[in-house]
């Protein structure tokens, strides 16, 4: 009887070992599964965390090397506009001082006896403002006598500044001499000359 209850205690203390061991190695597992998923999820959250970072920088360099560009075109519009406009007031400050001498009469004959020479040219109006036409008549009148007897007039006219223009068969076509329209003409001459410059110091 004593051996049986021995062997029976013996059989319970076995079966109590191995259920605990088994509950044991079953914990065990899922605390490793779980421990294996939590480091896998921080994997992952780290993986995405970086790559984020990574697109954030390249978005962040990206934009500043735009800004950088776009500051660099601004700055170079700007600059050539300022050479531009440079380049008018210095030729403007020629032409003026071209227009308010003597060389101006000169001018003028040289541009009616091109303009004379022209079969279809038979009327020449030579227009200038009041002041000019004033200061120039007689130079002018001298060196035009003869023309003026085929049909070359001269008139005053006060809406533009310096210079002047020729009407050719009683105002059926204008060519503008003026002092702004020859500044503007020999902008758009220079003007693209200092840009291909610019271009190469670039």
Known sequence: MEIQLQELIDQIKKDG?????????????????????????????????ILDAKTENERTVKSGEDALRQAGRNLLI????????????????????????????????????????????????????????KKLEDTVLSGLKEKMQKGITLKANDNFDGGFRIAVNEGGAYYDYSKDAV???????LSPKIASLLREAE
């Not at 022209?118 to 009041?130: F, G, H, M, R, Y």
């Not at 500044?183 to 001459?189: F, G, Q, R």
């Open 78 to 133: 700007s600059f050539r506009e300022s050479v531009t406009k440079e380049l008018k007031a210095i030729l403007s400050e020629n032409v003026s001082g071209i227009y308010s001498s003597e060389e101006l009469a000169k001018i003028i004959v040289k541009a009616v006896d091109g303009w004379t020479s022209k079969p279809d040219a038979e009327e020449i109006t030579v227009i200038l403002n009041s002041e000019d036409l």
């Open 17 to 49: 070992v191995e259920a605990a061991e088994t509950q044991a190695e079953t914990i065990l597992a899922a605390a490793k599964a779980e421990a294996e998923k939590i480091i896998s999820g921080a994997k992952a959250e780290a993986e995405k965390l």
């Open 183 to 189: 500044t503007e003409m020999l902008a758009d001459y």
